[in-house]
């Protein structure tokens, strides 16, 4: 039971890892003793996280578009370039649109459906080798997809894209899961509610207002994040197969 959360001699793939949500998973898995791979489409911040992380542990940066199934496919040959399995992968990679409702562009739900459901896909389907050639009966290999609650409760954003996205990414979390356990590989998801990042820049910027919104009266911290992503990968989560752990503070049960 000491070792339940351990992930020492494991790698990890995290897609969107130089900031936000994605950085505070390669943080606390560094911490237990993985080997981390983060990927964004913008070197720059990417290399600086990996040079800070690698205090932790190994932390290689992938500066790759994943955005998309040739997105995916590029994402997947650049992790294989440097390892041959993966135990764990971690679609966390996403985008956001905002637009009222007869304006809202063609090109604006693309781009959400693009990266934030069909990349979760197809770059799982990619490195299905590397993931079942890294499992066992006794040692499962974990995807784990980042949706949100806007994909459970509606907020009043008009991000219509985004909700349909993540709510179709939760429902693409239950059927992978049910195939790809029978290869050992155990998929799960997380759905968080307002953590500081680029993306929510509500959370980010007025932390103390948000708060006011929210039944634990808080913002979501890095550690809160860390800890469900941790769960999940290591063997306490190997019995969560296709399900999705809200992390939100509470504030999904007020909506609607």
Request: glycine share 10%.
């Amino acid at each position: 039971m000491q070792e339940i959360f351990s992930l020492k001699g494991k790698t990890a793939l995290i897609t969107g890892g130089s900031r936000g949500i994605g950085r505070m998973i390669a943080e606390g898995f560094l911490s237990y003793g993985a080997r981390v791979y983060i990927s964004a489409r913008k070197g720059g911040p990417l290399e600086e996280t990996a040079r800070e992380l690698s205090s932790l542990g190994s932390c290689t940066a992938l500066t790759t578009n994943a955005s998309g199934a040739d997105g995916a496919k590029a994402m997947a040959g650049a992790y294989l370039k440097h390892e041959k399995t993966l135990d764990i992968l971690v679609n966390n990679a996403g985008a956001a649109w905002g637009a009222e409702f007869d304006e809202f562009p063609e090109s604006g739900w693309d781009k959400v459906m693009d990266l934030n459901l069909k990349t979760p896909f197809f770059l799982t389907q990619a490195l299905h080798g590397a993931l079942k050639a890294a499992a066992t009966k006794e040692r499962l290999a974990k995807v784990i997809n980042i949706a949100s609650i806007d994909g459970i409760a509606v907020n009043p954003q008009e991000t219509y894209s985004y909700h349909a996205s993540k709510a179709g990414l939760i429902h693409l979390t239950r059927r992978m899961a049910v195939r790809l356990i029978r290869d050992n590989i155990a998929v799960s998801a997380i759905a968080p509610g307002a953590f500081a990042s680029d993306m929510n820049r509500v959370a980010r910027d007025h932390g103390d207002e948000a708060s006011r919104m929210i039944p634990a009266r808080r913002i979501g911290t890095p550690e809160d994040m860390a800890g469900a992503a941790i769960y999940l990968a290591s063997r306490a989560g190997d019995y969560v197969v296709g399900a999705t752990i809200i992390v939100d503070g509470g504030v999904s049960m007020m909506r609607g």
